[in-house]
């Protein structure tokens, strides 16, 4: 083949004409873009097949195929020239198996290797709709009925010849007004030559179809997003522009929030995974990638069974489907292995996806990696266990030191009273003596005091009764009667608000005791002592507020230490600073509490509260 033929197919293949060459035997042997393009085939699909072959026999077609091939032998016997009028036929491989109404003219020509072939030559012919035929079949009716819009307008002066009344009520103008417009003024986006531009491989029939997706501005200037199908049609033998506008602007919000969702579920540090009803994998997003190891690719149509381990608490996956598949939301914890075999621990939360119908057509997982948190619970735990260890290893010591000491301590009591001093004349021997005499009855009241936070610790078989704060209250103030011979102690009550507690009487009564005697202990010399002791109610808990003006605490040095064992905080006499903490495990064993407020040398506050959870109605 030499360069002239080369150029010649070359030319011939990429014209925009419909043609093609066939053999004798009506195989094709080259063929035109135009042809491609207007049949929706690629090249290799259609050389050296037969022509006929790709024509479709129905009954408004099967005649004119029939002619065709009787035309095509007859041109290749006899060598002359046929012209085949327009005829009807449908092309099976264009995908929408659309007809075309082709005039074809066959010619016999010979090839570079002087082999006869056959030239043939396709006019196209545009399916022509006429007024009269529109009216007849009651087709403007049906087209000013719909929803989307419809224009026709002429090709040269691009001025609308007919608008539906979809397109009026949409745009807000009459169709008078329409009349006198052009797709350009419906359009900010274009002018009058990029418009023109954009129709242009229609009017070259390089298309016959194009569709955009551009803007419409209504008569009061609001913009709305359209998708509009172009077509070139014939109307009386003109030709004429017909477009389609459809509104897609719920479908462009509706664009806007999925690629929102999109971005939202791309960039979520929680791993999330969708499966079809079988439970195979459809979608992970990176952060699941980067906590398993597993791509996308390699976790697509795999169940995620390749993640399971023994260590989830057995019945968890049975639950789990259980409760899915009824369309219900499961909550639960997996103890996962990813791809490299390290385990790991998540919190998931797996929900049905359920259509508009009300069925479930996939499965999605929200999961967080709680590895870490497991880590601190399962420290925590253990480390609770070993506190109760040692306590309760405390708790035995204690009591067996006490145990131990007390009788041995007994007899040294015994022996010490039994000791006359007044006899001992030896100075030395008397002063021995007496320290060892004080020291034995201070061991004697350590233990004492051991033994008492014991029994508060150790009391588990306490029950709780309606007790009455007035009547604690009275029996405390006069256990400290002597305390206040002189009537300087200027004391007020009232328990109005609430009266009742849930607690135990020996304890409150206690409690009570404690708190007055401090009050008298570390009262102001520079003011008579006032204790006010009154109750408030709440829904689920009775407050009693006990104040006093004396020397009050410095909490911003000793907050931390109030209720410590025996901590003081004044430089009295005769303290042992085991009272607060007494009460404090009195409040806290029963399920209350006691805080403090208060400023030095203004006098202190401490608020009891008891829980109202198990009193009964009044």
Known sequence: ??????????????????????????????????????????????????????????????SNVNLLHRQLKHAIHQQTNIQIPVATYHFK??????????????????????EAVIKLQIHNHVPQVSAN?????????????????????????????????????NLGYTRQEMLHLTPVHLKPKYNEASFREMLEPLKKGE????????????????????????????????????????????????????????????????????????GNIEYVNPAFSKLTGYTFKQAYGKNPKILKTQFTQPGTHAHMWKLIKQGKVWHG???????????????????????????????????????????????????????????NELDQFTFIATHNLRAPLSNLLSIVDLLKTDTIQDERTLKLITGFKESTKMLDATLNDLLKILLIKNDLDINL?????????????????????????????????????????????????????????????????????????????????????????DLEKNKDKVFGLYQRFHSHQNTKGLGLYMTKSQMVSLGGNIEVESQVNQGVTFILSFSNKHLPAL
């Open 1 to 62: 083949m030499n360069d002239t033929m080369i150029d010649f197919q070359y030319l011939f293949e990429n014209s925009a004409e419909l043609e093609l060459i066939l053999s004798k035997e009506l195989t094709i042997l080259s063929v035109t873009n135009g042809f491609l393009s207007l049949t929706h085939t690629q090249k290799l699909q259609i050389i050296n097949q037969p022509f006929l072959s790709f024509l479709q026999s129905k009954p408004d077609s099967e």
């Open 93 to 114: 491989q264009n995908q929408f198996h659309q007809q075309f109404h082709w005039q074809i003219t066959i010619t016999p020509v010979v090839n570079h290797h002087k």
């Open 133 to 169: 035929s529109i009216d007849n079949l009651s087709l403007t009716a049906i087209l000013d009925k719909s929803l989307n819009e419809i224009y026709i307008f002429d090709v040269f002066t691009l001025q609308f010849e007919y608008v539906n009344e979809g397109a009026l009520k």
């Open 207 to 278: 298309s016959d179809k194009l569709v955009i997706e551009t803007v419409h501005k209504r008569k009061d200037n609001t913009l709305y997003d359209v998708q509009v199908h172009q077509q070139l049609i014939s109307i009386n033998n003109q030709l004429k522009y017909l477009s389609i506008v459809l509104d897609i602007t719920e479908d462009k919000k509706n664009q806007i929030t999925l690629r929102k969702l999109s971005k939202i579920v791309e960039q979520s540090p929680a791993s999330i995974v969708i499966t079809n009803l079988d």
């Open 333 to 391: 914890e997996f103890c996962n292995k990813k791809k490299n075999g390290e385990l790991y621990w998540e919190s998931a939360t797996i929900s049905p996806i359920i259509n508009s119908q009300g069925n479930i057509t996939h499965y999605v997982a929200v999961k967080e990696n709680i590895t870490e948190r497991k880590k601190v619970e399962r420290e925590k735990e253990k480390m609770i266990v070993d506190l109760i260890k040692t306590n």
């Open 465 to 553: 009764k309606p007790i009455s704060l007035t009547e604690a209250c009275q029996y405390a103030i006069r256990s400290i009667s002597q305390l206040n011979n002189n009537g300087d102690i200027i004391l007020e009550t009232d328990f109005s608000a609430a009266d009742t507690v849930m607690f135990y009487q020996p304890y409150l009564e206690s409690i009570f005791h404690n708190l007055l005697t401090n009050s008298i202990r570390y009262c102001s010399p520079e003011r008579k002592l006032h204790i006010s002791i009154r109750s408030e109610l709440s829904k689920k808990t009775t407050f009693v507020y006990f104040t006093d003006n004396g020397l009050g605490i």
